[in-house]
């Protein structure tokens, strides 16, 4: 395993920062879009990241706000609800990831936690070709709206048994997205997977996820 790479993503003015992890011989690369009020720091996040790296996937995690954006929204909570800002954002980090040297020869992937969620699948919608599968964590898939239709990634609903609202709002998105989404609960855990054991379930999901479905191809 290298250590990790600290980039600076030319999709905004400034660009955005974020961390490349890349293992020997990674057989995919899983774009972090982190959910509400967090960052590229957000310890959840963080641990996934590490769990995916044993795995052999190669992970990205950026702040997609920017220093100044991340203070505003800290008043105004109001930029961390414009998922189509941040899918545009994703999608633009995919882009480049497309075209990085290291991480332009493997499949991606998407995980995304709550609003990130969403997110993530606007960008997955938008880049077919790309995006091979999404794995959302106690997520908000329903804020994408009329986009969960155009997803052709193999998407996972990953949900706390005890987060009751947001369980409605995955098998609503779930329905939408149809046949590419399955929604699994993870008893015992609420939204952030804090209970002992369930963010190692989260991460063991989605790791196995991502493996069986990176390395195979997806039309677009």
Known sequence: MR?????????????????????????????????????????????????????????????LLTVDEEARDEVTAELRFDIG????????????????PELGR????????????????V??????ERVGAVVSRGGRPDLAGSSLSAVRAPTLLLVGGLDEQVIVLNEQARDALGEVAELRIVPGATHLFEEPGTLEQVADQAGAWFVTHLRQ???A
């Open 3 to 63: 250590g990790v790479r600290e980039v600076s993503v030319p999709v905004v003015e400034g660009g955005l920062v974020g961390d490349v992890s890349v293992p020997s011989g990674a057989g995919g690369v899983v774009l972090f879009a982190h959910g509400s009020g967090s960052s590229r720091h957000s310890p959840r996040n963080v641990a996934v990241g590490q769990a995916l790296n044993a795995r052999g996937l190669a992970t990205v995690l950026v702040d």
């Open 85 to 100: 800002m941040l899918a545009e954002r994703l999608a633009g980090i995919v882009d480049w990831m497309s075209a990085d």
């Open 106 to 121: 493997l499949p991606i992937g998407l995980f995304g936690a709550s609003t990130g969620a969403a997110a993530a699948l």
């Open 123 to 128: 960008a997955a919608a938008t880049r077919p």
């Open 217 to 219: 191809p997806h039309p």
